[in-house]
Every structure is written in C-alpha cells, then in structure tokens.
C-alpha cells in the first residue's frame, strides 16, 4: 500500500481550479515542532580566531537572568564578532550604527536555545513508533479536522495552485505547531543572536553560526521591510516563527500573501501560512499527483540494499535497481526512482519504505525521515476522521 494523497472532493470542483492572486520556510526548524526547518544554507565562514576572540570578550561576571524571556542580561556589542557583524549591516545594508548598537544592547543571551538545540545523546536506538506516536494523536487529529473545516476553501486553492495535496499542508501545519496553538514564545532576536555568536562546540559549529548569522541578517532585514520592532518577533528556540515555523531567511524566500491583504504574516494569518507551505513544497520538488512512499521489505541474504540506505534525500533508483539489491517491492508506478529508506523502531523490526522525490520534498522542509512520514500519516489520519 502506498501512502497515496486524494484530491480533495469534499469541496465544489470550481475550487480546486482557483488560481493564487499572490505568492515558506520553513522551516524551516531544526527537529519537528521545535526549530527551523530547512533552510538555505549560509555562504559565510566563521574563522577559529574569532571563537577564540567571542570566548575572551565575553563578560566574566554572573549574568542576571530575566524570567520573562528566559535570557541573561550581556552585552552583546562589547563581542568583537558581534561588532564585526553590526560593520556588514551597516556597510552591505545601509542601517544605522546606533540603531544597532541600542537593539543589541537589549538583546539577551538565551542559554535555553544552546541546551535545546544540543544533540541528542545517542544512548538509545531510534523510534520511529514513539516519534509517531507523539504527533499522530488525537489532539492533533481533531485539531486537525477543525483547521481543515475552517480553511478548506484556502486550503483547495494552495492545492489547484501549487499541486501539493490538502493533506499534505494540514499535516506540516499540525506536526509544526498544532495549527497555530504552539508557535514558540522566545524572542527570535535573543535565539538567533546566541546561536549565531556562541553554537555549541559541535563538529558543525563553525558552519551552523554562519548560517545563525545569515538569518539573524534577515531577522533585521524581515523586521525592516515589515516596519515592526525586531524585539517583537517571537518563536521557536532556534527562531524559527508563526504557523508554518518559517526561519527569517524562508519568509524572506519563500512566504507568499495567500490572503491577498498586501503583506505577508505567518504569525497571524493562517491563510498566509497555508500558501506559504503549498509554495515552499513547490519549489523543493514536489511533483504534482505523485505518492509520498511505498512500503518495501529486504532480504535478509541478499543485503546489497544495505548500500542503497542514506544515499541523501534523493530518490535515485529505479525498481529493477532495487529487486536486484534484495528489495521486494509492490506494483509501482512506472518511469519513478525511488529511495529507501529505514525507518528504526527501538529493538524491534525496523520499517523499510521506498520515498519518492515528494517525501524528500518533505524532508527540505525538516531533515528527518521520521519527520517526513509523520507529516504524512498526520495528514493521511485528519483526512480519514474529517470523512469518518
């Protein structure tokens, strides 16, 4: 059985022929419901000898902690590689100094975002029935059917419009923040400001700060253009903002004005976040009418498909490919490629599917198979309770 998407018939026919009148990222968020999602990634660099320089101009004393905003009062303009950044704002930008130098005065170190967006100790195998399990559930379900009879008529336009199915939008706005209900309350200013100067010593560190600092350059840039305070931005702990968990750069990107009210805002307008999903998955490859993945079985003597597994997100091989490398596949559509992928269950079996290039689609919005097919699945479980 593949995890097929209808098109949505519940609605008059008229609708799914609409056209958009306007133009996410997501994600953008770096885990499932928690951070930006895919995100283009920075060109710049960060050099050995400004970690060092951060770690020397950072204040020695104890930092006061803010309760309201979980942060610590420093000052951040008193960091040379925070300085150094202010200079490009000014000189690429056109901002002003001051400006600068008065927001970051009142930026506040975020210690929360450093532990949340640690690693995950690798102590015990992956899951993928408890990941499933936290997102597939009845509040999400319910949740989920609620959105769908609100926004339909949004919802059948985004489809006609960029191809993505109904099922598909519903199911990342659920797995993202429960349709609208947790969009994240930390200040992104404070979030995307820690991570861009002080990432966690991790092998990626140095090119996780440029791209904290990519989009900590569009923080300034989105609050500019939009004519809002950038302190009132508020979203994930690695900053990622509004009903769809866009970071800065993807809003910049890739958010449209669904709702054709002249300006773009995933924070307060679903509909906006409804487009803005449909767009992003269109860009990212998704292909019109096609599945998300079937489920496969391998053999357990004739394990070249072992090879096949984390070959990137990129549906590669084609059937005969696959059946050659040990791999027992149903009936598929013809001229398709095909990856597989494992999905872990603890110390039980693991699942083998074979994705297609929309459930790699999927995984630019989030860089995880688990997340990739619980997108799926929520959608597949709102649609069947919504018909029920």
């Given at each position: 059985m593949s995890i097929t998407l209808p098109r949505l018939t519940s609605l008059p026919s008229a609708l799914l022929l609409c056209t958009l009148c306007a133009l996410p990222p997501a994600l953008h968020a770096e885990t499932a419901g928690q951070a930006g999602k895919t995100q283009p990634k920075s060109t710049k660099t960060a050099k050995g000898k400004d970690k060092k320089a951060d770690k020397k101009a950072k204040p020695q004393a104890k930092k006061k902690v803010a309760p309201e905003d979980q942060g610590e009062f420093v000052n951040f303009?008193?960091?040379?590689?925070?300085?150094?950044?202010?200079?490009?704002?000014?000189?690429?930008?056109?901002?002003?100094?001051?400006?600068?130098?008065?927001?970051?005065?009142?930026?506040?170190?975020?210690?929360?975002?450093?532990?949340l967006i640690k690693p995950a100790p690798s102590t015990k195998p992956k899951n993928w029935a408890a990941y499933r399990a936290r997102f597939i559930d009845p509040v999400r379900i319910n949740a989920g059917v609620e959105f769908w009879n609100t926004y339909g008529v949004a919802l059948a336009r985004a489809e006609a419009q960029y191809g993505v199915p109904v099922e598909i939008i519903v199911g990342i706005i659920g797995v993202e923040t429960v349709y609208g209900r947790n969009t994240g309350s930390f200040r992104v200013m404070d979030a995307i400001t820690t991570l861009a100067f002080d990432y966690p010593n991790t092998p990626t560190r140095e090119a996780r700060m440029a791209f904290f600092r990519g989009e900590l350059e569009n923080t300034l840039l989105l609050a500019r253009d939009a004519g809002i305070d950038p302190l009132s931005l508020r979203g994930s702990y690695a900053g990622a903002i509004g009903w769809a968990q866009f970071m800065p750069g993807s809003i910049r990107e890739y958010a449209v004005d669904f709702d054709g009210d002249g300006k773009i805002d995933l924070r307060n307008s679903p509909v906006d976040a409804i487009g803005s999903v449909a767009h992003y998955l269109s860009v990212h490859g998704w292909q019109r009418g096609e599945p998300v993945a079937f489920p496969a079985t391998v053999s357990a003597d004739n394990r070249q498909w072992e090879g096949m597994l984390n070959q990137g997100l990129e549906a590669k091989y084609t059937q005969d490919q696959l059946q050659a490398a040990g791999v027992s596949t149903p009936a598929l559509p013809a001229g398709m490629r095909f990856g597989l992928v494992d999905l872990q269950i603890g110390t039980n079996p693991t699942e083998y599917w074979l994705a297609t290039n929309n459930f790699y689609a999927i995984t630019h919005y989030n860089r995880s198979y688990f997340y990739a097919m619980s997108v799926a699945e929520l959608g597949r479980a709102v649609a069947a309770a919504r018909n029920r």
């Open positions: 303009n008193e960091w040379k590689e925070v300085a150094r950044f202010i200079d490009e704002m000014v000189e690429r930008n056109g901002f002003n100094r001051a400006d600068l130098n008065t927001l970051f005065a009142q930026t506040r170190y975020l210690d929360t975002a450093i532990q």
